[in-house]
């Protein structure tokens, strides 16, 4: 597989809660520099950041991060905020306790309402598989699907586990046709951003992957 197709499928991604705008600023130069799909960053620099790569590269944000229990209304407003500062695709994190209760209804209308925040927008719903059984992620895909949103995806990263192969050919075999698969988390190098496409994701969440690209080429 060509580097640049394995880059063009890259959320290249800082989301350390320490994260400054000149790093912020050198992960965007990254990103079009190396044609990524996008750059994941906090939402605090999303407005600032969509202003520095003017329209050469999507903005991608994470909301009810990392821990997913906030209300509806407060993600719903978080979408709906981030996409006004420019945001032009949004990572939202489940509540896992709706799903650790069985809530399958409140689960499926959040996601739709905060699908509708977004305003046409991409939405990746983050399912976080480490802290999930097998069949709570078959159920989280089947909820996804009807959702309408626009992809799947394994982890925040922050979860004490990342993708794993067996999540994403999980995910494959159990999402619809109009769903897309996000693997992040852990996504250490070339040999496993090229596993994790193979299995069937169309995006990764990751970092280093670009910084294996630099390393090449250094």
């Given at each position: 597989m060509e580097l640049k197709e394995i880059l063009g499928k890259c959320d290249h991604t800082l989301l350390a809660q320490g994260a400054t705008w000149e790093e912020i600023k050198a992960i965007c130069d990254d990103g079009m520099k190396y044609q990524c799909a996008s750059v994941c960053i906090p939402a605090s620099y999303v407005k600032q950041a969509a202003e520095y790569v003017r329209g050469?590269?999507?903005?991608?944000?994470?909301?009810?991060?990392?821990?997913?229990?906030?209300?509806?209304?407060?993600?719903?407003?978080?979408?709906?905020?981030?996409?006004?500062?420019?945001?032009?695709?949004?990572?939202?994190?489940?509540?896992?306790?709706?799903?650790?209760?069985?809530?399958?209804?409140?689960?499926?209308?959040?996601?739709?309402?905060?699908?509708?925040?977004?305003?046409?927008?991409?939405?990746?719903?983050?399912?976080?598989?480490?802290?999930?059984?097998?069949?709570?992620?078959?159920?989280?895909?089947?909820?996804?699907?009807?959702?309408?949103?626009?992809?799947?995806?394994?982890?925040?990263?922050?979860?004490?586990?990342?993708?794993?192969?067996?999540?994403?050919?999980l995910f494959a075999k159990h999402v619809g046709p109009d769903v897309k698969i996000k693997a992040a988390g852990g996504i250490a190098d070339l040999k496993d951003a090229e596993d994790f496409i193979n299995l069937g994701a169309s995006r990764l969440g990751t970092s280093r992957v670009v910084k294996a690209v630099k390393a090449l080429e250094g």
């Open positions: 050469k590269l999507a903005i991608c944000t994470v909301i009810g991060f990392p821990n997913g229990y906030d209300t509806t209304a407060a993600k719903c407003f978080m979408a709906a905020d981030a996409v006004e500062n420019g945001a032009e695709e949004v990572d939202m994190v489940i509540n896992i306790g709706w799903v650790k209760d069985r809530k399958w209804d409140d689960l499926l209308a959040e996601i739709k309402a905060i699908k509708d925040a977004c305003r046409g927008k991409l939405l990746k719903v983050i399912i976080e598989c480490c802290l999930l059984t097998d069949e709570e992620k078959v159920k989280m895909c089947e909820i996804v699907t009807a959702s309408g949103a626009d992809y799947i995806k394994t982890s925040t990263g922050f979860g004490g586990g990342g993708a794993t192969r067996e999540d994403v050919a």
